[in-house]
């Protein structure tokens, strides 16, 4: 079966700008969650969701917003973009909301803004 | 609020040598702990994970981690390292009470090794 899987791999954008990075989850999860790892740190929780509704929100500013489709995959969308969004963004799935499910990891997109 | 700190941010050891991972959490409730590893350029993966029961785990490459709730714990170690070992490791923390799976992690510690 195929992992989490990304698009785009690699993204580079201006400050001001708009961006959209999707995400696949694992067949048969329905809860998709974004994480946002700036150099150097560790990953931040942004969003999860489950059954196409948010369910979680970490400490993200309103320019930062998700959607899940009724396939389960999922959008996050960045507006206004500054020089600090530059980061690696994951997704993760897993089987159910909460519980004994673990997350797995796709591989990002890096997104470098300029 | 729940909070994670890897001790070291950098470990360089020799190949052949063991090698300790320390990884403190603080929260108010009982936790799921968990230790990632990132090689260059890719996503995390999933090394082991406390959920309940016996507190030590182990995973198939050879390492384990202690949960030592007393000490606020989730110590990674390896008795005998390898080249390939080299990479990010993240430690994570859940509390079990909460609603969502989302993961607070700590900044990661660089495991370097060499011949």
């Known amino acids: 079966d195929a992992g989490v899987t990304q698009s785009p791999t690699h993204l580079i954008k201006t400050r001001g700008q708009h961006v959209t990075l999707r995400c696949s989850p694992i067949s048969g999860h329905k809860s998709v969650s974004w994480y946002q790892q700036v150099l150097g740190q560790g990953p931040q929780f942004i969003f999860q969701y489950y059954e196409k509704e948010e369910r979680g929100r970490g400490n993200f500013p309103d320019r930062f917003s998700a959607r899940q489709f009724p396939n389960y995959s999922s959008e996050l969308n960045v507006n206004a973009l500054l020089l600090g969004d530059s980061a690696l963004y994951l997704c993760a799935s897993s089987l159910r909301l909460a519980g004994l499910y673990e997350q797995y990891f796709g591989p990002g997109t890096r997104l470098t803004v300029t | 609020a729940q909070s994670v700190t890897q001790l070291d941010s950098q470990v360089p050891v020799f190949e052949e040598a063991p090698v300790e991972l320390r990884c403190n959490y603080s929260?108010?409730?009982?936790?799921?702990l968990f230790w990632y590893v990132q090689y260059p350029n890719q996503g995390l993966q999933l090394l082991l994970k406390y959920l309940s029961g016996s507190t030590l785990v182990e995973s198939i490459n050879g390492f384990e981690a202690e949960f030592n709730k007393s000490q606020t714990s989730f110590h990674l170690r390896k008795p005998s390292v390898h080249i390939s070992d080299t990479a990010e490791y993240f430690c994570a923390v859940r509390e079990n009470n909460q609603a969502g799976t989302a993961l607070i992690f700590g900044k990661g510690t660089t495991l370097s090794v060499s011949s």
């Open positions: 929260s108010s409730v009982s936790v799921y």
